[in-house]
């Protein structure tokens, strides 16, 4: 048993033998005596008791201090006790678990045991943790005793309770904050490792707090024995569940951070699985009605993967709508896994809200109409519909240019929607980029040059432009298209001529096998827009072509080409061929002839067409000829419509295709904007960054390739390209400050650094190309570690890219890479009980399944006390006293002179 902390006692400390000081106390009487017979006896007046009780309390007073009572306090000698070494497994297998993960039980049961334990009978315990190397904890408490020599957990074994007044350190002060994250466990290299924390003497014993699940098992009985040689036990505390039957567990996802507005959007998903080998298992992708709801809507399909023991990655796709959404992925959760909590991913994206700009280009012959709409002046052209639908979004801007009659002098729309003097098409290449879109509507291939019908090829081509030409009397063949750079950039066939087709009523259908396209995705509810596509209106003349290019098309739209029976209604408004018959010219109409360089415009009259080879040409229609066809072509996306847009041709699909104000064809043109577009984002960039693949593993490496642009969008390669890598997470976040790439051997390093990685924000330089090369670029292999220096899975860095030219910034970009890995560590999720109990038996420890048991343990060690500290404190030296014989005295006299003896 120990003294207890602190005792204080009353004791009486004679100065001299008591012995002698009985023999001064007879003396003391005798000599009173004697000293009365001398005398005689005491004066009547003095035989009062009050003045004997004064005078015997006064002698009583004398003989207390003369006795010299002490306050006499001990306190505990320093206590000798061994140290305990806990080891705490921090490796990503210990993060597994349902209701609680391996590593919050292991946590639990060391703050249990130290509150249960006795604070002065058990040993100091220093806190380690390992993983892929070994570390001691800092204890926050350390310090706050005077005497405690080393960080411990629990109670300073050498405190005085006069110097600190603070309670022990509970083992949340150096737990809190630590989690499972290291991708290896070294566990016996841990234990070999441990003895060099070793003091003058040895611990008395060593816990294991693991799972078992560690890289190494060979040797571990040697090991234990050596521990036992050194008389020190090896205790194990296993961790895990072994009733489990498998694990199938997300380990990643590559998901975009930011993205178009109704784009296609592809969603990487790594999974891990062990025990279900040959399963089939469902991913889907959702979305929250809200980030704190458990409701869920759907974004695709769900994907069915058949698992394998260990690492693989299945690919789900997603179309973004107007809003920012938190993504959730889900894996179907088997009976008896190992954990369930790693059965699902979640994610941010947020949508780029980057202006869309529509260059629009229409030759209609359509008149235009002065209108007054809310006290404003406007002109209403046939290009005003489709330039309204678009600008209904306030992400798309559209810009019309206008050629009147298809072949006239192109001229720009002012915003009251009148045709300008000013400059139209974009005279540099460079112009042009700043475009997204172009629409090309009723318009002859002699309206724009070679020059500039190159400029859109090449920024379709290389720089992700989309290019959409839909029907009319001059597009396609009809309009000399026929054998330009622009056949070779849309998605059909043209033939040589006369592919024009007017008057005939042409029904379009979508194809029935893609309504889920997203031009097609007029309603949110897929019933309801089921309904909208069968009411898809008619149109009065198609283009025809000679066929649909076979590589990276798509028929979007059939339409059945026959004539229509003449009606005895006005013939435009029901189908049948008409002509253009010439009509007074009314004041306007010169108006408008006047910025048509000379054309005047007709109003279409319901009078049949005479011709017999058009008539021989609609006889010869084959149904189900594609109407709508979209396409890619290098970095761009490009679309063909055989049927015009603009009255009179359009009339049902301008006027009659709708629900109330609801206009669906406006619906459709927007979803169409952002189809074209959904490559585009590059168009304007003078810097673009490409890496050859869309994740990597610890050991391969990056191909990163850079091309830069002058002011006329020519490639060059005058410009100078830095580079700088960022992690994904703050630099805290991080214990290095290198990042998982290895700096390229052939290039100079200026920085001065010697570590053989890149560090984070180490800046660095692209080498160009072969300076002979046509098109100069930029590109460097940046090799990856073999291993990653975070714990886990993966890891997600940025590349930022700077053009500079002298001191001046041309453009930045970035470009985000993702490093995945399957380490050791989490290829198989089931604890290794059996690992921890040869260790513990061999050491001559135990297997602790308890925290009393682990109590017991902590308890269970040699400790001895030294000699106590005790401190005297007279109290005939407090005033209490001396007061005390103060007021005895004054009292006597005070009495005695009121009975007149003074």
């Not at 006027?655 to 585009?680: C, D, I, P």
């Not at 390739?705 to 997470?729: K, V």
Request: proline share 7%.
């Amino acid at each position: 048993m120990f003294s207890p902390w602190l005792i204080a006692t009353i004791e009486f400390v004679l100065p001299i033998d008591p012995a002698w000081l009985v023999v001064g106390g007879l003396v003391a009487l005798a000599l009173f005596s004697l000293l009365r017979r001398a005398i005689g006896p005491a004066a009547i007046i003095s035989r009062s008791w009050p003045l004997f009780v004064l005078r015997g309390l006064l002698i009583a007073t004398a003989l207390l201090i003369l006795l010299n009572p002490s306050e006499v306090t001990k306190l505990p000698g320093a206590i000798d006790r061994p140290e305990m070494f806990f080891l705490l497994d921090a490796s990503q297998s210990m993060d597994v678990g349902d209701k609680e993960t391996r590593f919050v039980h292991a946590k639990r049961l060391i703050e249990e045991a130290d509150q249960l334990a006795d604070p002065r009978a058990r040993a100091d315990v220093r806190l380690f943790k390992f993983g892929h190397r070994l570390a001691a904890l800092a204890n926050e408490a350390a310090g706050k005793s005077k005497r405690v020599a080393q960080p411990t957990l629990g109670v300073a074994s050498t405190a005085f309770a006069a110097e600190s007044s603070s309670k022990p350190a509970h083992p949340a002060a150096q737990l809190e904050h630590l989690s499972p994250t290291d991708s290896d466990t070294q566990l016996l290299a841990a234990l070999r490792q441990v003895s060099s924390r070793f003091g003058r003497r040895p611990p008395a014993g060593v816990v294991l707090f693991s799972d078992g699940r560690a890289h190494e098992e060979a040797g571990a009985d040697l090991l234990g024995q050596q521990f036992k040689k050194l008389g020190i036990p090896v205790h194990a505390v296993p961790v895990g569940d072994l009733g489990r039957g498998g694990d199938v567990a997300i380990v990643a996802c590559v998901v975009p951070p930011k993205v178009r507005r109704y784009s296609e959007n592809e969603v990487q998903v790594f999974l891990r699985s062990y025990g279900f080998d040959g399963r089939r298992c469902e991913l889907t992708l959702s979305t929250p009605t809200d980030k704190t709801s458990q409701d869920e809507v759907p974004l695709s399909a769900p994907v069915v993967v058949t698992l394998k023991d260990g690492f693989q990655s299945a690919t789900l796709r997603f179309r973004s709508d107007s809003k920012s959404r938190q993504l959730r992925v889900r894996a179907t959760t088997f009976p008896n896994e190992v954990s369930t909590d790693n059965n699902r991913f979640n994610a941010d994206v947020a949508i780029d809200r980057t202006k869309i700009r529509v260059l629009y280009l229409e030759g209609s012959t359509q008149p235009l109409q002065p209108v007054t709409q809310s006290s404003r002046y406007e002109i209403r052209g046939p290009y005003t519909d489709l330039q309204k639908s678009l600008m209904e979004d306030e992400d798309i801007e559209c810009v019309v240019l206008y050629a009147g009659g298809g072949r006239g002098r192109l001229m720009r729309v002012t915003d009251y929607g009148s045709p300008s003097q000013t400059r139209a098409f974009p005279e540099t290449i460079a112009e042009l980029s700043a475009f997204d879109a172009i629409i090309l509507s009723d318009i002859a291939a002699e309206v724009l040059t070679d020059e500039q019908l190159a400029w859109i090829e090449q920024w379709v081509g290389q720089r992700g432009g989309g290019l959409l030409m839909v029907g009319g009397p001059h597009s396609f063949a009809a309009g000399g298209w026929s054998g330009t750079k622009l056949e070779q950039v849309l998605p059909i066939e043209m033939r040589s001529s006369g592919d024009w087709i007017p008057g005939t009523e042409v029904a379009i259908r979508p194809h029935d096998e893609l309504t889920t396209h997203p031009v097609w995705n007029i309603s949110t509810d897929a019933r309801q827009n089921a309904k909208i596509l069968e009411r898809f209106p008619s149109f009065l003349g198609a283009n025809r072509w000679a066929s649909v290019k076979p590589n990276f098309t798509t028929v979007l739209a059939l339409s059945n080409l026959t004539p229509a029976t003449p009606p005895a209604v006005p013939a435009f408004e029901q189908g049948v061929p008409i002509i253009i018959e010439e009509q007074p010219e009314t004041a306007f109409e010169a108006f408008s002839r006047s910025l048509f360089g000379g054309r005047r415009t007709n109003t279409p009259v319901s009078k049949p067409a005479l011709n017999p080879e058009e008539g021989a040409r609609l006889d010869k229609a084959v149904p189900n000829q594609p109407a709508f066809v979209a396409g890619r072509y290098g970095r761009g996306r490009t679309m063909a419509l055989a049927v015009p847009i603009t009255a009179p041709w359009a009339n049902d699909f301008l006027a009659n295709w709708n629900e109330g104000e609801l206009r669906y064809s406006g619906k459709f043109w927007r979803n169409t904007v952002y189809w074209l577009t959904e490559n585009s984002s590059i168009g304007r960039r003078r810097l673009i960054v490409s890496a050859d693949k869309k994740f990597y593993r610890p050991g391969e490496t990056i191909r990163l390739t850079a091309a830069a642009f002058d002011e006329a969008t020519n490639q060059t390669g005058s410009y100078q390209i830095s580079s700088i890598i960022e992690p994904q997470l703050s630099l805290n976040d991080l214990d290095t400050l290198e990042s998982p790439i290895v700096w390229p051997d052939s290039l100079p390093r200026t920085s001065g650094e010697t570590s053989p990685q890149v560090l984070w924000g180490e800046e660095f330089e692209l080498p160009r190309n072969d300076r002979t090369a046509e098109k100069p670029g930029f590109s460097i292999d940046l090799p990856i570690a073999d291993a990653l220096s975070v714990g886990s899975a993966s890891q997600s860095l940025r590349l930022e890219l700077t053009a500079m030219q002298g001191a001046t910034q041309i453009d930045s970009t970035s470009i985000d890479i993702q490093i995945l890995h399957d380490p050791f560590e989490q290829q198989n999720p089931f604890p290794n009980h059996a690992l921890l109990e040869t260790i513990a038996t061999s050491a001559g420890g135990q297997v602790i399944q308890s925290a009393e048991q682990l109590a017991r343990v902590m308890e269970n060690v040699p400790i001895t006390e030294g000699p106590a500290d005790v401190k005297q404190t007279p109290i005939w030296s407090d005033w209490w006293l001396w007061s005390w014989l103060l007021v005895l005295l004054t009292a006597d006299w005070i009495y005695r002179r009121t009975i007149g003896l003074t």
